[in-house]
């Protein structure tokens, strides 16, 4: 059974950089498309990024396009979220997640594997 855990938020000004991480155990994680979600107090859960289980393809939300970068190293059993120039809008709980595919999940319920959460906030 594959387990995720997600590390590396915090606090941070607008324009600053993190970078987030997520490990998985029990399982690789080579044989899953893995996404990054988020969900700020009192709005719903949004997708905010996407990789391929090949990690030749991405995607992103356009609130985050140009400023955030997903990657993976199946190596490691680890998908990061780098994140630049953040906004006061990007405040969230961080999840990653995984699913059983080769290509990035077109809906939530598609992943079957979640993290137990990040918190970002971004604050001057």
């Known amino acids: 059974q594959l387990q995720l855990v997600e590390s590396g938020g915090g606090l941070v000004q607008p324009g600053g950089s993190l970078r987030l991480s997520c490990v998985a155990s029990g399982y690789t994680l080579r044989y899953y498309a893995i996404g990054w979600f988020r969900q700020a107090p009192g709005k719903e859960r949004e997708g905010v990024s996407c990789?391929?289980?090949?990690?030749?393809?991405?995607n992103y939300a356009d609130s985050v396009k140009g400023r955030f970068t997903i990657s993976r190293e199946n190596a490691k059993n680890t998908v990061y979220l780098q994140m630049n120039n953040l906004e006061p809008e990007d405040t969230a709980i961080y999840y990653c997640a995984a699913a059983p595919v080769s290509v990035c999940a077109t809906n939530e319920g598609a992943y079957g594997y979640w993290g137990q959460g990040t918190q970002v906030t971004v604050s001057s």
């Open positions: 990789i391929s289980r090949s990690g030749i393809s991405t």
